[in-house]
């Protein structure tokens, strides 16, 4: 007989509940299970520009990152370090070290953490170390207005090299870690320590034609042979972290390079995200695009593995 209402039957009730059950539980073991091809963000900060906790984790876990890297401001304090305070929280509202603990705490799994501290206070090495201690796995992001190689650098790098762990730093001109020029004395000088390269001035001098350092992001061709390209090939202990617009661009404007900068590189660099996004997915997110770019520009599956986990599994020695 046929029913003329829309109502189901107990059968088919039954019989829709339990594929909806095996459906669920399905998506759940799909959820546990491991990523087949895990990905490592080498970037990200608590609090960035008043995103929340929940925002943060949400994020990351759209973008497919199956561990990140928290790195903290150092304290809020009025010097010339920070632009008088304006460059506190890294300039992005972003929280320190004890909020990146408690998140890795929270969620050993999915984070780890750095520890930093504004590098020219008295007391720094002892915030610095504190959090090492507990687990620390680097020191960054240092953005603070110093030269690149002054003793607030030194000092950074001497706790990095005590304790085998790297340092990220921000580079852009006339604002944070000044006279990249200089910097390879550093790397020099302190051959046991790790440094990750980041921000604008790093990547901007991919180019060797890059004469006017006010220009944070150029466009159009790029000439091999630039600042990063030689710091990149000539110290085995300097690396770059492709995060935030500045990465991108870099990967973007102009792709031939980008192909044959990756395969020189590719024991070099490592994904970062650095971007305050909520969704994680989409035009407003520089860390999913970074990701789709390196997918797209790598000469293979092998080196696109090395950008996006394996180079970071090395340099943090997971």
Request: a neutral charge; proline letters at 5%; glycine letters at 6%.
């Amino acid at each position: 007989m046929h029913r003329k209402d829309n109502s189901l039957s107990r059968r088919e009730f039954l019989a829709a509940t339990a594929t909806l059950l095996a459906a669920t539980k399905l998506n759940l073991v799909a959820a546990e299970a491991p990523l087949t091809e895990p990905i490592i963000d080498i970037h990200q900060h608590t609090n960035y520009a008043d995103r929340t906790d929940e925002q943060l984790i949400a994020h990351q876990r759209a973008m497919g990152v199956a561990l990140t890297v928290l790195l903290p401001a150092g304290r809020e304090v009025s010097t010339p370090s920070t632009h008088n305070g304006k460059s506190n929280g890294l300039a992005a509202k972003c929280h320190g070290n004890q909020s990146c603990y408690e998140i890795a705490r929270q969620y050993p799994k999915e984070y780890r953490f750095f520890a930093n501290e504004v590098p020219d206070l008295p007391d720094a090495r002892p915030e610095i170390e504190k959090y090492l201690k507990l687990g620390a796995m680097g020191i960054g992001e240092q953005k603070f207005a110093v030269d690149c190689d002054s003793p607030a650098i030194e000092l950074v790098a001497e706790i990095a090299q005590e304790f085998r762990v790297p340092v990220l730093l921000h580079f852009q001109h006339e604002r944070y870690n000044l006279r990249i020029e200089n910097f390879h004395k550093i790397l020099g000088k302190y051959p046991k320590a790790n440094f990750i390269g980041h921000a604008q001035t790093w990547w901007a001098n991919i180019d060797k034609e890059h004469k006017d350092q006010s220009i944070l992001y150029p466009k159009g061709n790029v000439t091999p042979g630039g600042l990063t390209d030689r710091l990149l090939t000539d110290y085995p202990n300097m690396y770059g972290d492709l995060s935030a617009g500045s990465g991108l661009n870099a990967l973007t404007r102009d792709e031939e390079h980008a192909r044959a900068f990756i395969e020189r590189h590719q024991n070099k660099l490592v994904y970062g995200s650095d971007c305050d996004d909520r969704v994680g997915s989409g035009p407003g997110c520089s860390g999913a695009q970074t990701i789709a770019k390196v997918k797209q520009l790598a000469p293979g599956k092998a080196v696109e593995r090395k950008l996006l986990y394996e180079n970071a599994k090395r340099v943090l020695k997971l």
